[in-house]
């Protein structure tokens, strides 16, 4: 295939969420891409402090 993708990688996901004010930040859903790149992310984000960070599994409910 010949074509780039105009999803954000793992760095950019990431410089953006780091721009965020932490004490903000209620959740933060990882809810697309394979679960283990998911889980590792979510492992890059509590090493960064960032809290409640959750994976949902399909037709999970939260309360906001």
């Known amino acids: 295939m010949n074509s780039f993708s105009a999803h954000a990688d793992k760095n ?3 410089g953006f969420v780091n ?3 932490k ?8 809810v697309h891409g394979d ?8 492992a ?4 960064n ?3 409640r960070i959750d994976i949902p599994q399909r037709l ?5």
């Open 23 to 30: 004490s903000e930040l209620k959740n933060i859903f990882l």
């Open 60 to 64: 999970e409910k939260f309360e906001m």
């Open 44 to 47: 890059t984000l509590t090493e």
């Open 35 to 42: 679960l283990d790149q998911a889980e590792k992310f979510s």
């Open 49 to 51: 402090k960032f809290k």
């Open 19 to 21: 721009k965020q004010d």
């Open 12 to 14: 950019e996901l990431f």
